[in-house]
């Protein structure tokens, strides 16, 4: 069943493939060619699925967002499925221990966080190819534990559970395995049968590292309904130098503006490795082909300009273009000398605490440069803090009423604007 996709291996006839393979979507599937005939066939209806674990997702999701969003370009219909049910379990697939449960109140708050992010990138509506969104716990909550035994366990072989490298992974490092955790992959096999009986689901993609769940679930809707499923992963995305994609030393790089801020979003992008430039636009932007050709021939400051030009259609995507263009213009003003800075995300600090004095180092973990106050003292000790453009010399540097707004920067990428309560100074 397994195609493990390799360049110019399989030439596509279906302008989405073709798509979804020169723009570096496409890692493995278990059907390219009929895949590939479905898709010529008439509109196909797709899923992704995504657990509600944080109240926003990050750009680690953002892959499997853009493969949907490349279907419904093409005239296929998206389907976003939020894990209300699976949250409760949470997927084991490559981790060393079991997620912390999260109770029904927490679930809730994160599907609602999650849930606005999708209206960015998608179209949803009643048309055939509007995407819509559905939320499992629709059908796992009802379900009766001795009827799910016997209709749907019966299907699975625990031998070949066992043989998928999610859970080989976790049991050969001799890591807990919980009974809890080693239904998930019934439970979102048990999804695609749903989502094929509801809405004639034909497709569920996903990162690499759901491929053995994906593939327990075409097995399943084949052996139940009699129907051809496809499954599709993208690849896992490292950054050139190895990093894994999405995460900074400050931590995740969150969608939702309420966890990070549109200009550290467009920042993100901002300070694309060299040699990701051009990948990066194939898969995040909808810049066309030719133009991003022309881009990663450039050197120097062209290629500064590419990354600029990056980070304004990423960040375009997911917060708007007015969202950019202010992340854009907030960026030159950081750069520029002695500029304003409109845009950036703010600190308040209350008209008390400007009437004391507030000491750098508070300002510094408050904002989240810095962890702790000795880690905010050995930035500025290192000569990585700047004020208003200049050096931070004195590690009991005091913010006033009087110095207020001030611009804070902790090395070249990192940017606040602090102020008094109600935006004054």
């Known amino acids: 069943m397994s195609t493990q996709v390799e360049e110019n ?20 599937c278990t059907n390219l060619a009929g895949l590939d005939e479905a898709f010529n066939a008439g509109i196909v ?13 990050h750009v680690g ?80 909550d ?8 016997r209709d749907i366990g019966r299907h699975f072989s625990v031998n070949r559970m066992l043989s998928f490298d ?88 969150w969608l939702n503006e309420d966890r990070l801020s549109p200009f550290d979003y467009w920042q993100f992008w901002r300070n694309t490795e060299d040699a990701d430039v ?42 708007g273009e007015a969202a950019a263009e202010a992340a854009e213009r907030a960026a030159q003003q950081v750069f520029g000398a002695g500029a304003a800075a409109e845009g950036l995300p703010v600190v308040e600090i209350s008209a008390e605490e400007g009437e004391a004095g507030l000491p750098l180092v508070d300002v510094l973990v408050r904002a989240g440069l810095a962890t702790s106050k000795s880690e905010a003292r050995r930035a500025i000790a290192g000569r990585g803090v700047r004020l208003e453009g200049e050096i931070v010399e004195d590690e009991g540097q005091i913010l006033s009423a009087a110095t207020l707004p001030a611009r804070i920067s902790l090395g070249r990428k990192r940017h606040i604007l602090v102020r008094g309560s109600g935006g004054q100074a």
């Not at 009802?142 to 035994?149: A, E, H, P």
């Not at 084949?222 to 990093?243: D, K, M, Q, Y």
């Not at 898969?283 to 133009?291: H, K, P, Y």
């Open 45 to 57: 209806p797709a899923y992704v699925g995504f657990d509600a674990t944080a109240d926003s997702l």
């Open 142 to 149: 009802g379900l009766r534990y001795i009827d799910m035994l």
């Open 278 to 319: 051009g990948r990066f636009l194939r898969l995040f932007t909808d810049l066309s082909l030719e133009e991003i050709a022309q881009m990663e021939r450039c050197e120097g400051a062209e290629l500064n300009a590419a990354k600029v030009r990056l980070a304004h259609a990423a960040t375009a995507l997911a917060h």
């Open 61 to 140: 999701h953002l892959l499997p967002i853009m493969t949907l969003r490349r279907l419904q370009q093409a005239g296929h219909k998206p389907i976003v499925l939020i894990g209300g049910g699976t949250t409760r379990i949470g997927d084991p697939s490559f981790r060393s221990d079991a997620r912390p449960m999260l109770s029904e109140e927490q679930i809730a708050a994160n599907i609602d966080g999650i849930a606005k992010v999708f209206a960015r990138f998608l179209t949803f509506g009643d048309g055939p190819s509007d995407a819509v969104l559905v939320n499992n716990a629709e059908w796992l």
């Open 166 to 253: 999610s859970v080989r992974s976790r049991l050969e490092a001799q890591e807990n395995l919980s009974f809890l955790e080693f239904n998930y992959m019934i439970l979102q096999s048990y999804d695609f049968l749903e989502l094929s009986r509801r809405i004639g689901c034909r497709l569920q993609m996903g990162g690499a590292d759901q491929w053995g769940n994906i593939v327990n679930g075409i097995d399943l809707v084949r052996r139940i309904e009699g129907r051809e499923v496809f499954g599709l992963t993208a690849p896992l995305l490292t950054t050139s130098s190895g990093a894994k994609m999405g995460k900074t030393a400050a931590g995740a790089v």
């Open 9 to 28: 291996a399989f030439q596509p006839v279906s302008p989405v493939l073709q798509t979804l393979q020169v723009r570096g979507y496409v890692n493995q």
